[in-house]
């Protein structure tokens, strides 16, 4: 798979099993466990988002395999500031699948139905509460997989936002940090 094409957006057991060098009967009893999250189909098979899959190998130690690496992974991106988001499009496209909104509205809407692997927001906005945002992305099942870094210049905001859910808080105008954070949180940061 070439770094242009999208990653797998879900994986199986199996390819946890195999990523962990374990028996698939430990994958299942550490889902049913709650060692890790994840979903079942209709047909009651395990399935794994790429981001619950690298928050399970980072906590346990496992190495990041090269099937996670591949590709670029989907972010989004929700600033009113246009020019914020010019900055962000110059650097986090090489490594990711960008889509930008300024509209807040617009991004939620997109949320459930694009499921991208993480989201950049700036915590104050106009006409949206920030942590509210984060909130309800939290709380609602379609969304509550999604990782976010807040991206700020509202410091004073830092302990609010990690409390409602945000993985990582990073000032604005640290985009090397901020692409970092992304890279950690979906897997593809260099070994």
């Known amino acids: 798979m070439s770094n242009e094409e999208s990653a797998p957006e879900l994986f199986t057991a199996s390819d946890l099993a195999r990523f962990c060098q374990v028996d698939l009967k430990t994958i299942h009893n550490w889902a049913d466990r709650g060692k890790i999250r994840h979903f079942r189909t209709q047909g009651r098979h395990l399935r794994f988002r790429r981001t619950d899959i690298v928050e399970f190998l980072h906590h346990f130690g496992y190495p990041i395999p090269e099937d996670i690496r591949a590709g670029k992974p989907r972010v989004f991106a929700v600033d009113d500031d246009a020019n914020a988001l010019v900055a962000l499009r110059r ?24 499921q991208p692997d993480a989201l950049v927001l700036d915590i104050r906005m106009p006409g949206i509460d920030g942590v509210r945002f984060l909130d309800r ?22 302990e ?32």
């Open 160 to 191: 609010q936002a990690a409390a409602a859910g945000a993985k990582a808080f990073v000032m604005k105008g640290e985009i090397a940090q901020l692409r970092d954070e992304l890279e950690k949180l979906t897997g593809i940061e260099k070994a």
């Open 137 to 158: 992305l939290a709380a609602t099942d379609a969304t509550a997989h999604i990782r976010t870094v807040v991206y700020s210049s509202h410091e004073d905001m830092r």
């Open 91 to 114: 650097v986090l496209t090489r490594r990711f699948q960008l889509t930008t909104f300024q509209d807040p509205f617009e991004a939620l809407i997109a949320l459930g139905t694009l």
